[in-house]
């Protein structure tokens, strides 16, 4: 992580995504403004938060480990999204580990700053408040799919989720790498290939390199039982 301390930039970002409006006053903010390069880790389990960090340019990976060493992928961020309101309100060390999936921007507010001034600004609490019951609902949604619907109805789901620009999830999921679409939706790549075979013989799909056109919305509608990550 590095940071930058170019004025100009950073009140370019502020005011690209409009940071006024998140708080009832933004004078004395101590803003600071983080670049990590690709493939660095922002975010690692455990460790302890030191601010409140805001994407404002690139793209970052959250996942999280479990009992068997593997990391599951939860969803990809792009700006403008939120990394720390868990850690910050319940006073928790970071839960997800997160990374850069390309050079990415943050602007870091210091949680010292937080607890002694930002607490009690409604406006930013609403914000937060916002910010964190969108992540329990697409959690909540991604995770009953996964254990109620089979693998190709999974497939359908992620694909339809993803064809749509007005799904806010559907954006922070979707991907090109086959090994993250399977670690998404629950499977295994080898079984995801099957599926993604299987579909393509049936001329419901059409998979060429890192694309995947879809020949037959009906069908794929049909598979998906009505279901989506949203």
């Given at each position: 992580?590095?940071?930058?301390?170019?004025?100009?930039?950073?009140?370019?970002?502020m005011r690209e995504f409009d940071l006024e409006s998140l708080f009832a006053s933004i004078s004395g903010i101590p803003f600071e403004l983080r670049l990590y390069e690709e493939g660095e880790i922002v975010l690692a389990e455990g460790e302890r938060m030191d601010a409140l960090l805001f994407l404002v340019e690139g793209r970052i990976k959250i996942s999280s480990s479990v009992q068997t060493g593997k990391?599951?992928?939860l969803r990809?961020?792009?700006?403008?999204?939120?990394?720390?309101?868990?850690?910050?309100?319940?006073?928790?060390p970071v839960q997800s580990r997160v990374e850069a999936v390309r050079r990415t921007l943050c602007l870091a507010v210091p949680f010292?700053?937080?607890?002694?001034?930002?607490?009690?600004d409604p406006k930013f609490l609403m914000f937060l408040l916002t910010h964190?019951?969108?992540?329990?609902?697409?959690?909540?949604?991604?995770?009953?799919?996964?254990?109620?619907?089979?693998?190709?109805?999974?497939?359908?789901?992620?694909?339809?989720?993803?064809?749509?620009?007005?799904?806010?999830?559907?954006?922070?999921?979707?991907?090109a790498n086959t090994q993250e679409i399977a670690d998404l939706i629950g499977?295994?790549?080898?079984?995801l290939n099957r599926v993604i075979l299987k579909l393509?013989?049936?001329?419901?799909?059409?998979?060429?390199?890192?694309?995947?056109?879809?020949?037959?919305?009906?069908?794929l509608?049909?598979?998906s039982n009505g279901i989506r990550y949203e």
């Open positions: 992580m590095k940071v930058l301390h170019d004025s100009n930039l950073l009140q370019e970002k990391a599951l992928l990809f961020c792009e700006p403008f999204s939120v990394m720390g309101d868990i850690e910050l309100i319940q006073d928790v010292s700053y937080a607890y002694g001034h930002l607490l009690d964190v019951t969108f992540k329990l609902q697409t959690c909540t949604t991604a995770s009953r799919v996964n254990l109620l619907a089979g693998v190709e109805n999974r497939f359908a789901c992620y694909l339809l989720s993803t064809l749509h620009e007005q799904s806010e999830f559907g954006e922070e999921i979707r991907t499977t295994t790549s080898r079984h393509s013989e049936q001329g419901v799909i059409r998979k060429e390199k890192d694309l995947i056109y879809i020949l037959d919305a009906r069908a509608k049909e598979l």
